[in-house]
């Protein structure tokens, strides 16, 4: 009697499983080819091909939508700062300005611009922070800042309903450095007006006379060296978002 095991493939079923996993293979890299063809050449979306952009803006969502302004940065004692504190950027920041003679525009309405002096910043409560400050470029440091709360500062000059607004733009006297910001992470009481660093006058190259410290983001975010600051419901003109980096940029 001839007993044929049924369980066992035949050579000729082997081969064609053999082929037609080759088959597949190569289906499977002809995918992924024409999904990158495709990807790339997608139109851009602010430096970015879009699809990467969706991606950017679903993570803001989740992440800003899940953002609670009263969850504080870690902070550290003052020991823990730094006294070298690095300089990195200097977009719009160049030696033709005077800190002495600066004041800040604040665009309260098209056409409603308020100027305001460092003296009447400085005669604000001081807030000072130690935090660990995070560049995007993969570097951080933990450093001392001292400034004037930024909630401080709208409720001082009567500013409170500006804070209804989605987003802040910020941009350097010469305009060549800007940043938006969601009002939210403004909010978040550790964000300052910074004219402080180590306990002394913020450095000519870190800013002075005033800059920005917002904790809850990365470095590309604090401004410094702040010249006009206005209020939008739409995003702002975001200088490193315009060069592919994503506007939300929290941490
Ligand atoms: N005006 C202006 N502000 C700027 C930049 C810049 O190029 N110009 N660079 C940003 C980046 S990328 C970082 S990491 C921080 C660095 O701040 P620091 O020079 O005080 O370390 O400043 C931010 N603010
Ligand atoms: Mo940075």
């Not at 890299?29 to 091909?49: K, S």
């Not at 302004?69 to 070298?84: D, F, I, R, W």
């Not at 993969?138 to 450093?143: K, N």
Request: net charge positive.
């Amino acid at each position: 009697m001839e007993s044929k095991p049924n369980n066992l493939a035949t050579d000729r079923q082997v081969r064609r499983r053999v082929i037609f996993s080759f088959i597949g293979f190569f289906i499977f890299i002809g995918l992924v080819y024409l999904a990158f063809r495709w990807l790339y050449h997608t139109p851009d979306a602010a430096g970015v091909h879009a699809p990467l952009r969706k991606g950017y803006e679903v993570n803001e969502k989740i992440f800003g939508g899940t953002f609670n302004k009263n969850t504080l940065v870690k902070t550290y004692p003052l020991s823990a700062a730094t006294t070298h504190v690095r300089v990195n950027g200097d977009v719009g920041m160049g030696e033709d300005f005077d800190p002495k003679t600066w004041k800040m525009h604040l665009v309260r309405n098209v056409g409603d611009t308020l100027l305001i002096s460092m003296a009447e910043i400085k005669a604000l409560p001081k807030t000072e922070i130690v935090f660990d400050f995070k560049c995007i470029e993969g570097w951080s440091q933990v450093t001392h800042w001292g400034g004037v709360k930024f909630t401080d500062f709208l409720a001082h000059f009567g500013l409170d309903s500006l804070a209804a607004y989605k987003y802040i733009g910020l941009q350097t006297p010469d305009k060549a450095y800007y940043v938006g910001i969601d009002m939210n992470s403004m909010l978040q009481p550790q964000t300052i007006l910074c004219y402080e660093m180590n306990g002394k006058p913020l450095p000519y190259d870190q800013g002075a006379p005033l800059r920005l410290i917002i904790p809850v983001k990365y470095g590309i975010k604090h401004l410094k060296r702040i010249g006009t600051m206005f209020f939008s419901n739409t995003q702002p003109a975001d200088y490193w978002a315009e060069r592919g980096y994503d506007f939300y940029s929290g941490h």
